[in-house]
Every structure is written in C-alpha cells, then in structure tokens.
C-alpha cells in the first residue's frame, strides 16, 4: 500500500551546479550543547546517514532489487534508505514480485520518515507510467530510468541525501529516448557540471578494486583515448578515492595496454610512451603507484589497495569472476558518492521476484562506510 505525504513532483531533469569535495556538512554526529541555565546533561544527536536508491530501468529488476535493499535489516541498520521512482510502479513490481512492503511516498525528501519502519520514496511519478512493460525495451522507460537517477544525484548535490546507489539502466532504452548516455560516470559528471574526463569507474568487488582508464567505448575509440595525460587523471582519481574511503596511504598497481604489458616494446609502445610515463608523474606527486604490469597476471599482486586498467573488459571480467553478483561499480572523482550494479537490467526475469539485490546491498553498505 502507498500513502503519499506532501504534493508536487520531484524536478528531477533541473540542472544542479557541482560542490566541493568532501562530505555533506551534516554527516556523522553532532553534539547539543546545554543553553546557559538549562539544568539538562547534554544530549547527543545523531543524524543517520541517508542513501538515495534511484530505482533504474522500471521494465527491468532495478525496482525489485532497490526494494528488497531497503527492505534487507543490514541496510536499515547502516542508514536511512530512500528510494527515487515512481511509487506507483514501485507497488506494481512489488506485487508482481510478491514482496511484503508497505511504501511512504513523499514529494521532499525532508518530508521522510523512518521512525515506522515504512519504505520511504521520493515520488517521481511518470504521466507515461502505464505504458511501461515489464521486460520490454522502451523509450519510457530509459526517460523514466534517467529521471529517477538524475532526482537522486540532484539530492545529494544539495545535500538532501549522502550518497546515491542506482539500479542498472538499459542503454538500449535510453537510446531510443533520444538521451544521451553512455554509462554511469559520464552522466554523473554532467549532472555534477563536472569534467567527463575527470570521472572514472571503480569496481569494487570483495576486497579488489578497479578502476578504469576508459569504459563504454569501442576497443578502437578506448585505445585512442589512452594518453599519458588521462592515465595520470585516473591514477589521481583513484589516490583520491581510496584516501576517502579511508585508506590513508593508498598503494596501486596500473596494467598496461598490450600482452604482457608490450614486452618492453616487442608487442607495443604504449607502455613505454604513454603508461609509464604517467606513473611516474603521479609517483613524483607522491603517490604510491606501480606499473605497467600484465593485465592477465597483476591481479595476484598483495598489498595492493587498487588496480588501474586500461579497457572495459581487463576490469570488468576480473571482478565478475570474484564476484558474479555483488560487484559493485563507484564513479570517482565527482563531488558526490556515487555507486551503482555492476550488472544489467535482467528484463527476461523482471517481475519475477527472483533478483538478486546482492550488489545493490553491497552499493548501499559501501557508501554508508564512505560517507
């Protein structure tokens, strides 16, 4: 059942102008200090950390796999989850999926409320609604999947919400929308008003993470856009990422392009005329950074904090393989937390109530420890 508190449609296409780095000036605890005569002992305020979910492409499990986080006891102890969609196609997946939940919508997320144990959601609700099939690919459905994600990156630009985790979108969808978009840290960057080339991808998959040089591009457009200057920026991204998830001296390692890292020159010089020289740039800015090594062999390295990879598929088939449902991709270098899936949309078992939330469990614990 939905009960709607509030009135109004969240603005999720509304432009939304980048803020410094570093966590919302609420985060973590604050003290009540005793007005001047007042007798009372001083009482200690906690302000829970908030995680927006935008809920992904409604045709797709995105719905189901944001419910049942919300709804999963390791969540509900680490923050306060508020879901971003709409709250009508909320309850249809619900019941499709057989999941017990009682949904709060809600036009602000100051209007939430967590004290009754109710799913909160911020209402982004949709005029095309209706039209949307579950395990279809439609254009409503990629504007819908992009709306939801851009309301939750505009929350936490404001500072309303600590971080956001999404549910996967399907690019075929969105394309048929006409919208442009070619995967999460591209579009985070634009709705940042920050540099697309200053955002990367890290998965996070167990105690490995990886981040990407370049990602959702041809392997000829990917190998043309590996320069000394971008594998420098995604070195520093990545120092900078770790440092915020808490690792003080961050220690990593950097692939090359070629087998074998170019075999000093017979398979390719990239290394040696790009790679290498961007680390030891970032090693003379203090950074603890090692490479070029094989992309086949390095992920055996120890004391390895983070992996630096040239292509989609050196990352992505390596943390798939530790971690087929739970890996999870961080977008870094935006001046937002920002996770999402590190999987796809599942239209063939959408409505089915048999996705596994693993990974969006994982996105949400993640950032609640980052913030």
């Known amino acids: 059942m939905i009960r709607i508190s509030g009135h109004g449609r969240a603005a999720a296409k509304r432009r939304v102008p980048a803020i410094p780095m570093?966590?919302?000036p609420c985060s973590g605890n604050r003290d009540r200090r005793d007005k001047p005569g007042d007798d009372r002992r001083a009482e200690r305020v906690v302000r829970r950390t908030k995680i927006a979910i935008?809920?992904?492409?409604?045709?797709?499990?995105?719905?189901?796999?944001?419910?049942?986080?919300?709804?999963d006891p390791k969540v509900r102890a680490a923050c306060d989850p508020i879901l971003i969609g709409d709250a009508a196609l909320l309850e249809r997946h619900a019941k499709a999926c057989g999941l017990a939940v009682n949904l709060r919508a809600v036009a602000r997320i100051g209007d939430a409320d967590w004290s009754d144990g109710r799913v909160q959601v911020l209402n982004c609700a949709r005029d095309d609604a209706t039209t949307i099939e579950l395990g279809k690919i439609a254009p409503a459905a990629g504007r819908a999947s992009i709306a939801f994600c851009a309301a939750a990156i505009e929350a936490a630009v404001a500072r309303e919400v600590d971080a956001v985790a999404a549910a996967p979108q399907h690019e075929t969808s969105i394309a048929q929308a006409k919208i442009k978009f070619d995967g999460h840290p591209s579009f985070v960057a634009r709705q940042t008003g920050t540099p697309e080339d200053d955002?990367?991808?890290?998965l996070c998959a167990g105690d490995?993470?990886?981040?990407?040089?370049t990602l959702h591009r041809s392997v000829r457009d990917a190998i043309a856009l590996i320069t000394r200057e971008r594998v420098e920026r995604t070195i520093r991204a990545t120092d900078a990422a770790l440092k915020r998830l808490g690792i003080a001296r961050p220690n990593i390692a950097v692939s090359g392009l070629n087998p074998h890292a170019g075999e000093g020159g017979l398979f390719g010089r990239d290394e040696i005329e790009m790679i290498k020289p961007a680390i030891e740039t970032a090693a003379a800015a203090g950074?603890?950074?090692?490479?070029?090594?094989?992309?086949?062999?390095?992920?055996h390295m120890k004391d390895i904090d983070a992996f630096v990879v040239m292509l989609h598929d050196q990352g992505h088939i390596a943390a798939k393989l530790l971690a087929p449902h739970a890996a999870v991709a961080m977008s870094i270098g935006s001046p937002i937390l920002f996770a999402s899936v590190a999987h796809g949309t599942g239209h063939d078992i959408a409505g089915k109530g048999i996705a596994n939330p693993a990974a969006m469990i994982e996105a949400v614990l993640r950032l609640s420890k980052a913030v």
């Open 22 to 24: 570093g966590k919302a």
């Open 54 to 71: 935008a809920t992904g492409d409604p045709a797709g499990i995105g719905p189901e796999i944001a419910l049942k986080a919300a709804l």
């Open 199 to 202: 955002v990367y991808m890290m």
């Open 208 to 213: 490995i993470k990886i981040a990407h040089c």
């Open 287 to 299: 950074i603890a950074v090692t490479g070029p090594f094989g992309a086949d062999t390095m992920f």
